[in-house]
């Protein structure tokens, strides 16, 4: 038996609907932070995806995994029997996976080369795993956000490949964004195919269209989209146009990997634009302080508070 830890506790609590608003925000800010949370984030998601959770879950999932001691109670047993079988199954499905992974770091972007000479572009947090016989087999597996600039070669089509969906092309450019329910498909240049794996539907994307896809309600929509904006990341660039202060702070903290809050009421309907191109985080904050007419302090290691400067 294995005593719960509290990374896991919280995940079991998010996914079974057990968090306030409040919670659930600053728990999905801890994920984009903490690469082992994510994981295990993971693992338990997989789970409660391929299983019924009414049937096999109780209902205050936190409550009757531990007891009083701090023991795991049947519930974790039947949990840790389903991990096995998940990623028996996970495995059973995706012989691809295993062999080599690439990674970038919280708060980085990094570029890479495959064994066909295509070109990924990761960005912060995300990884990428493809198998030994990748040159007979193109498909990679994606968890985050990545380009691709894919190398042509008809005989062996290249595919980006999720629990949910993949990606067909032959030789072309376009960005994937897989993480929690929205998931993104954006063309640059060339034809690329979305599957979803569930019903087999299938979406064409011509060059300057992408697809966005809410994995939960599944809805799906696709439209225009500017690929010097989209893309910016792939450039090391973080580009902010005329969006609202708090939604910023997604992109922010994903990009330097640190965390930025905000407690001035004041500033929530605030919009700030900018470029930042190659700054790193002091330069980042020196000029955020002042395009938006704040001041940032550091509260602890890599937490930062934005304050109006007509509040201090």
């Known amino acids: 038996m294995k005593n719960i830890t509290r ?12 968090m306030s608003t409040e919670d659930r925000s600053v728990f999905e800010i801890e994920l984009s932070l903490d690469l082992e949370l994510k994981k295990i984030f993971e693992t338990y998601k997989v789970i409660w995806q391929q299983y019924d959770k009414e049937a096999l879950i109780p209902d205050s999932l936190e409550e009757k995994v531990v007891s009083q001691n701090g023991k795991v109670k049947l519930a974790i047993g039947m949990l840790m029997l389903m991990i096995f079988g998940a990623f028996l199954y996970f495995y ?26 295509s070109k990924v572009i990761l960005n912060a ?15 990679v597996e994606l968890t985050g956000e990545g380009y691709f600039e894919v190398k042509k070669d008809k005989e062996h089509p290249f595919s980006v490949q999720s629990k949910q969906f993949k990606v067909r092309v032959l030789g072309t450019s376009f960005s994937v964004k897989n993480s929690f329910n929205n998931k993104e498909v954006a063309l640059k240049e060339g034809k690329v195919e979305f599957i979803q794996n569930d019903n087999k539907d299938k979406i064409t994307l011509a060059p300057g269209e992408r697809l966005l896809w809410d994995s939960k309600t599944n809805q799906v929509h696709k439209e225009q989209f500017n690929a010097e904006k989209e ?10 146009d005329n969006v ?5 702070l997604k992109d922010i903290n994903q990009f330097y990997g640190v965390k930025f809050v905000i407690q001035d009421n004041t500033l929530l309907d605030q919009h700030i634009t900018g470029m930042f191109k190659n700054e790193n985080l002091k330069e980042f904050i020196s000029s955020l302080e002042f395009i938006a007419n704040v001041k940032v302090k550091e509260l602890q290691d890599n937490i930062f508070l934005i304050k109006s400067l007509h509040h201090d």
């Open 92 to 117: 059973q499905l995706n012989p691809l996976i295993a062999q080599h992974q690439l990674s970038a770091g919280y708060g980085e972007r990094k570029t890479f080369f495959l064994p066909d000479s």
């Open 231 to 240: 893309l910016a990341w792939t450039t090391n660039t973080l580009l902010l």
């Open 7 to 18: 990374k896991e506790r919280k995940c079991i609590r998010y996914l079974s609907g057990e």
């Open 244 to 248: 609202l202060f708090l939604e910023a």
């Open 125 to 139: 947090g995300s990884e990428l795993y493809y198998s030994n016989n990748f040159k007979d087999h193109r498909v």
